[in-house]
């Protein structure tokens, strides 16, 4: 039978030992790396290692089974390109998968966040708990040989013998060079660094490999059946009924405007209409989830009500035609400026607002609880985060950037090249096929520019063994397909600015004029009255 203590078994020092060899492997990895490539995939790939080596009991837990399966495609998400996303979700699916083996089955996702939030607090501190504990149970040990009593025996010799060895190198030069020759250096800035930064890693390790368990919880917060003062039946029902037609009036003008594409009343434009409220319509549609959990829970005499029920769904409905909108008016606004990455998110998020408001209308028609709203929420949250990790936002971006600016006029010319450059990497693919289909010469000299300088940096990150990354290495082949047959263009010499432009020089200066001494007034000479 085990013992109570962990630091009774030898499995407490494995565990340590585990933790340093992935210090030391961090530290090999990552120090004076950056940026760094499919090394961080490579490191959690041995993080997972050396988890299922210590914890063999995961691979009997469904959950942690599943858990060690999403952080090994997030492993692989990072081999190709890592980022913090990726690295985050790694993170939490390991987590996870410690905590598993100790949580029941069918535990709420509420539940799990605090449990999370509560691991991840207690886990700073952690090493310290440990060395703490595991010197009161060496003082509750019958006496016997130990290191401390070893060290205490050899104390005294040491510090002595090292006075007598310091006053013999003084009288005998010999032992003083011996000295010399064997002086430890003084650690220096960057190794001091190094071990702060093992340090992190060994305590990160050891949050997985020894989980802090607790079981004092805080129950989830429910309204229960307490009433909110003026919320009742009738208030609902006309509230509804208010909504509803205020959301009817604002998505029939969308209708008329938005989506026809009819002339606008006076001197307003169709860009000027759907350039304004993207956001604070999805702030709308947040507010009327809110007002639906609040106000109708399920179970209530207000949900039960038939007229009620049927106002919420139809205005659930509306709400759906309100995010509808706004990703119109997003997707408008895109079609007039330019596709970005943030833009590209804020299109997702509209999304899953949408779909968050579906799963409050299925809570209410079918009567689930907190947990399960908040659950199915969570889940549909880490899917799309894991979705999106796989995908080059950036390469999208750019790519539909070169694509519209060239159906505009043909050339591209309108095209943001400062944007490309910010993109980094993700836009030389499309750097590139704009620098061969353009027949712009300024704007192929200038993509040429923005292309080289971002390839060069590129190729040095994949000559670095720690920065190459599988999505990089795909990348540059995919140029050598590109130019195969068509060469690249060699840039025109000159300083360039951000966006490829050649820097003007700087206007002549004015040589100073000749400086032409002032003429001084001669006097005539004086002649006498008489002349003579």
Same mark, same amino acid.
């Given at each position: 039978?085990?013992?109570?203590?962990?630091?009774?078994?030898?499995?407490?020092?494995?565990?340590?030992?585990?933790?340093?060899?992935?210090?030391?492997?961090?530290?090999?990895?990552?120090?004076?790396?950056?940026?760094?490539?499919?090394?961080?995939?490579?490191?959690?790939?041995?993080?997972?290692?050396?988890?299922?080596?210590?914890?063999?009991?995961?691979?009997?837990?469904?959950?942690?089974?599943?858990?060690?399966?999403?952080?090994?495609?997030?492993?692989?998400?990072?081999?190709?390109?890592?980022?913090?996303?990726?690295?985050?979700?790694?993170? &939490?699916?390991?987590?996870?998968?410690?905590?598993?083996?100790?949580?029941?089955?069918?535990?709420?996702?509420?539940?799990?966040?605090?449990?999370?939030?509560?691991?991840?607090?207690? +886990?700073?501190?952690?090493?310290?708990?440990? &060395?703490?504990?595991?010197?009161?149970?060496?003082?509750?040990?019958?006496?016997?040989? #130990?290191?401390?009593?070893?060290?205490?025996?050899?104390?005294?010799?040491?510090?002595?013998?090292?006075?007598?060895?310091? @006053?013999?190198?003084?009288?005998?030069?010999?032992?003083?060079?011996?000295?010399?020759?064997?002086?430890?250096?003084?650690?220096?800035?960057?190794?001091?660094?190094?071990?702060?930064?093992?340090?992190?890693?060994?305590?990160?390790?050891?949050?997985?490999?020894?989980?802090?368990? %607790?079981?004092?919880?805080?129950?989830?917060?429910?309204?229960?059946?307490?009433?909110?003062?003026?919320?009742?039946?009738?208030?609902?029902?006309?509230?509804?009924?208010?909504?509803?037609?205020?959301?009817?009036?604002?998505?029939?003008? =969308?209708?008329?405007?938005?989506?026809?594409?009819?002339?606008?009343?006076?001197?307003?434009?169709?860009?000027? %209409?759907?350039?304004?409220?993207?956001?604070? @319509?999805?702030?709308?549609?947040? &507010?009327?989830?809110?007002?639906?959990?609040?106000?109708?829970?399920?179970?209530?005499?207000?949900?039960?009500?038939?007229?009620?029920?049927?106002?919420?769904?139809?205005?659930?409905?509306?709400?759906?035609?309100?995010?509808? #909108?706004?990703?119109?008016?997003?997707? =408008? %606004?895109?079609?007039? %400026?330019?596709?970005?990455?943030?833009?590209?998110?804020?299109?997702?998020?509209?999304?899953?607002?949408?779909?968050?408001?579906?799963?409050?209308?299925?809570? &209410?028609?079918?009567?689930?609880?907190?947990?399960?709203?908040?659950?199915?929420?969570?889940?549909?949250?880490?899917?799309?985060?894991?979705?999106?990790?796989?995908?080059?936002?950036?390469?999208?971006?750019?790519?539909?950037?070169?694509?519209?600016?060239?159906?505009?006029?043909?050339?591209?010319?309108?095209?943001?090249?400062?944007?490309?450059?910010?993109?980094?990497?993700?836009?030389?693919?499309?750097?590139?096929?704009?620098?061969?289909?353009?027949?712009?010469?300024?704007?192929?000299?200038?993509?040429?520019?923005?292309?080289?300088?971002?390839?060069?940096?590129?190729?040095?990150?994949?000559?670095?063994?720690?920065?190459?990354?599988?999505?990089?290495?795909?990348?540059?082949?995919?140029? =050598?397909?590109?130019?195969?047959?068509?060469? @690249?263009?060699?840039?025109?010499?000159?300083?360039?600015?951000?966006?490829?432009?050649?820097?003007?020089?700087?206007?002549?200066?004015?040589?100073?004029?000749?400086?032409?001494?002032?003429?001084?007034?001669?006097?005539?000479?004086?002649?006498?009255? +008489?002349?003579?």
């Amino acid at each position: 039978m085990l013992s109570a203590h962990p630091f009774t078994r030898s499995s407490f020092w494995l565990k340590a030992g585990v933790a340093a060899g992935l210090a030391v492997l961090a530290d090999a990895l990552f120090f004076q790396s950056i940026p760094w490539g499919a090394v961080v995939g490579g490191f959690a790939a041995a993080w997972i290692g050396g988890l299922l080596l210590i914890r063999k009991g995961l691979a009997r837990d469904r959950r942690a089974q599943f858990a060690v399966v999403a952080a090994g495609v997030m492993v692989a998400v990072m081999i190709e390109r890592p980022d913090a996303l990726s690295w985050l979700l790694f993170g &939490l699916m390991l987590t996870v998968a410690a905590l598993s083996a100790r949580v029941r089955e069918g535990e709420a996702v509420w539940r799990w966040a605090q449990r999370l939030v509560i691991h991840g607090v207690v +886990s700073l501190v952690g090493p310290i708990l440990d &060395l703490v504990r595991l010197a009161r149970l060496r003082r509750s040990r019958p006496a016997r040989v #130990s290191p401390a009593a070893v060290l205490k025996v050899l104390a005294l010799p040491a510090a002595a013998g090292l006075i007598f060895l310091l @006053l013999f190198a003084r009288a005998n030069p010999l032992i003083a060079d011996v000295l010399d020759t064997a002086r430890i250096p003084a650690p220096s800035g960057s190794t001091v660094l190094r071990l702060i930064g093992c340090g992190i890693v060994a305590v990160m390790v050891g949050t997985t490999l020894r989980p802090r368990w %607790y079981r004092k919880l805080i129950a989830l917060p429910s309204l229960g059946e307490r009433r909110i003062p003026g919320v009742n039946t009738a208030s609902v029902t006309l509230s509804l009924l208010v909504f509803n037609a205020l959301f009817a009036l604002q998505n029939g003008l =969308d209708v008329a405007f938005l989506w026809s594409g009819a002339p606008l009343p006076g001197e307003m434009t169709l860009a000027d %209409y759907a350039h304004r409220g993207a956001y604070p @319509l999805i702030a709308t549609a947040l &507010l009327a989830g809110l007002f639906v959990l609040v106000a109708l829970r399920p179970g209530s005499e207000t949900a039960r009500r038939p007229l009620v029920r049927g106002l919420v769904v139809l205005w659930v409905a509306q709400n759906m035609v309100l995010v509808a #909108s706004s990703l119109l008016r997003t997707a =408008d %606004y895109i079609e007039g %400026y330019a596709l970005t990455r943030f833009r590209i998110v804020a299109m997702i998020w509209m999304v899953m607002v949408g779909l968050g408001l579906l799963l409050i209308c299925w809570r &209410l028609l079918k009567n689930k609880d907190g947990d399960w709203l908040i659950g199915a929420n969570v889940k549909l949250a880490l899917v799309v985060l894991a979705v999106v990790s796989t995908v080059d936002l950036g390469a999208v971006a750019a790519a539909w950037n070169v694509r519209h600016a060239r159906e505009i006029d043909g050339t591209g010319a309108q095209l943001d090249l400062g944007y490309l450059r910010d993109l980094g990497a993700p836009a030389l693919v499309s750097l590139v096929e704009l620098e061969q289909a353009t027949d712009d010469p300024e704007l192929r000299d200038r993509a040429a520019a923005v292309r080289r300088d971002l390839m060069a940096r590129l190729q040095e990150d994949q000559s670095e063994w720690r920065g190459w990354t599988w999505r990089n290495a795909r990348r540059l082949q995919r140029i =050598d397909a590109l130019t195969a047959h068509r060469p @690249l263009l060699v840039p025109r010499p000159g300083e360039r600015m951000w966006d490829g432009r050649l820097r003007p020089p700087p206007p002549p200066r004015l040589a100073p004029s000749a400086t032409v001494p002032p003429t001084v007034a001669v006097p005539a000479p004086l002649t006498s009255a +008489s002349g003579v």
